[in-house]
C-alpha cells in the first residue's frame, strides 16, 4: 500500500520513536514496511502433464507498523522570540504572508511561512511561530509545540522587543532565557547561526535611538549571545530590506547547508 503525506513529513516507530523516513524533498519516498511473498497460485504448477492443477501455497505475512507521522515546516529562516516582539509583524513586513497581528500576546497560533522576495531569482522562505516563554522547552505556552518547525532551518532570527511598554521588563534577561530554552529542547537547533534583531525602533525617540540601540548590543553580548545585531521597525519597514539582503547573501555564500531548492 501507497501512503502519500505532505513533504516535510517525519516518519517514526509510534512504539520505539525510532525515525524511520524523514521525507524532506519534493517526490521523496521510503518504505516503513514490506509486504509478505505472495503465495504459488495454480498456473505455478502447471505443467504438461498437468494440465489444470489444483495447488497452491499460502503467502507469507507482511510487517506490520504503527506509524507516527510527524510534519516540520520547511524553511531558510525561523522567526522566535517573546509573544509580541513583532514577529508577525516583520513576516507581513518582508513579505506576501498576512499572519494575524494584535496587541496582546500569542495572536500567533499556528507556524506562518512566507516567501521573501530580494532581487530577480533571489528569495527564501521564512517560518515564524508561536512566541516562547520561560519553560517553553517543558511545555509552558504554546512555542513548545511549534519548536520542531525551526529544526529544519538553516539560520535563526531572535526578535527582540527593544522598547518594551513594561519598564519592569528587561530585553537582555528575556532574550537569554529564550536561548535558554532552544538549548534545553534541542542542542543542535541552539547552535544554529542566529542573529539579532532588536525590533520596534520607531517607538524610541530619535535622539536616543544610536544610543539605546548601542547599549543594548554591549549588553546582550556581554550576556553571551552572539551574532549580528540589527535595528528595524518592522511597523514602518525601516532597516527590513537591508536585514532581508544580508539574509539571502548569508544562505548564498552557504548552499550546502540547504534543506531543498525552493
Given amino acids: 500500500m501507497t501512503l502519500r503525506v505532505p513533504v516535510g513529513t517525519v516518519v517514526s516507530d509510534f512504539s ?14 521510503a518504505v516503513v514496511a514490506r509486504g509478505g511473498t505472495g503465495g504459488l497460485g495454480n498456473l505455478r504448477f502447471k505443467s504438461s502433464v498437468n494440465r489444470a492443477p489444483r495447488q497452491s501455497t499460502p503467502g507469507e505475512a507482511g510487517e506490520s507498523r504503527e506509524l507516527k507521522l510527524e510534519l516540520k515546516v520547511l524553511a531558510d529562516v525561523g522567526l522566535l522570540g517573546l509573544p509580541n516582539a513583532g514577529k508577525s509583524t516583520f513576516i507581513r513586513a518582508v513579505s506576501a504572508a498576512r499572519p494575524k497581528v494584535a ?7 499556528q507556524p506562518n511561512l512566507g516567501v521573501v522576495r530580494v532581487g530577480d531569482n533571489q528569495s ?12 517553553a522547552a517543558e511545555g509552558a505556552g504554546l512555542g513548545h509545540r511549534f519548536l520542531k518547525h525551526l529544526q529544519r532551518t538553516r539560520i ?8 518594551p511598554l513594561d519598564s519592569n521588563s528587561d530585553p ?17 537547533l ?3 547561526p542566529r542573529w539579532i534583531v532588536l525590533n520596534k525602533t520607531d517607538l524610541i525617540p530619535p535622539d536616543e535611538l544610536a544610543d539605546r540601540i548601542s547599549i543594548l548590543s554591549k549588553e546582550l ?3 553571551g549571545l552572539t551574532g549580528p545585531v540589527f535595528a528595524v521597525s518592522a511597523a514602518t519597514g525601516e532597516g527590513c530590506n537591508s536585514l532581508s539582503q544580508n539574509i539571502m547573501q548569508f544562505l548564498e555564500m552557504r548552499p550546502d547547508d540547504a534543506q531543498r531548492d525552493f
Wanted: with cysteine; glycine share 6%.
Fill in 103 to 109: 496587541d496582546y500576546p500569542f495572536t500567533t497560533l
Fill in 172 to 188: 537582555v534577561a528575556d532574550a537569554c532565557a529564550i536561548v535558554e530554552e532552544l538549548r534545553s529542547f534541542d542542542e543542535s
Fill in 190 to 192: 541552539f547552535l544554529k
Fill in 16 to 29: 520505539t520513536g525510532e525515525i524511520l523516513a524523514d521525507l524532506n524533498a519534493e517526490g521523496s519516498s
Fill in 124 to 135: 527564501f522562505v521564512i517560518a515564524d511561530i508561536p512566541g516562547l516563554i520561560r519553560g
Fill in 221 to 223: 553580548h556581554s550576556s
Fill in 156 to 163: 535563526l532570527l531572535h526578535i527582540i522587543d527593544s522598547a
